[in-house]
């Protein structure tokens, strides 16, 4: 019988304690968890004779990681890989912010703008990614500390590395800020 209410008293305690540690978590809501942020929403000049009216529109269906969706475009089921940021992977410091912070960039439709390359190795469509506003979801990603500059090609890589440089030098978002 002692031994009873014993672990009782034990499980009642351990119970209080992890309620009482939640409290700022709950009071906080998700943010608690997150470094905080600096909206840089971030456009960039499309190709001359293009505009956001002529670029391919897809549904969103799922986010997958921090730089890449799986997309309905045409009517068929494709993933698309945003050319110019490249987001930590499932496991690396980071990736579950820049999951998150694609997430709340994107709304069920983007704009897709293809480059040189169609496809990379995986068969994924490379594309630039843009909100129906305009604003470009690869560079917002660089530009606020949530992924690095894609270096190896593509029409906004100089502004992709001049953007990275930038949030490394103000310490934005998880890869760069102190937070």
Known sequence: MRSRRG???VLALLAIVTLAAGIPYFV???????????PQL???ALPPGV???SLQRAEVEEIVDGDTLDVRVDGRRERVRLFGVDTPERGDRCYRE????????IGGRVLMLADARDRDSFGRLLRY???????????TLVAEGFGTA???DGRYRDEMVALEAEARAAGRGCLWGTG
Do not use: C, K, Y
């Not at 820049?98 to 709340?104: E, F, P, V």
């Open 51 to 53: 505009t956001l009216d």
């Open 150 to 152: 894609w270096r190896q």
């Open 98 to 105: 820049a999951q998150d912070r694609t997430d709340g960039l």
């Open 42 to 44: 971030t456009t960039l």
């Open 7 to 9: 672990w009782a008293v």
């Open 28 to 38: 906080a809501g998700e943010d608690a968890r997150r470094p905080p942020q600096q």
């Open 129 to 139: 990614v843009f909100r129906p506003d305009g604003v470009s979801v690869d560079a």
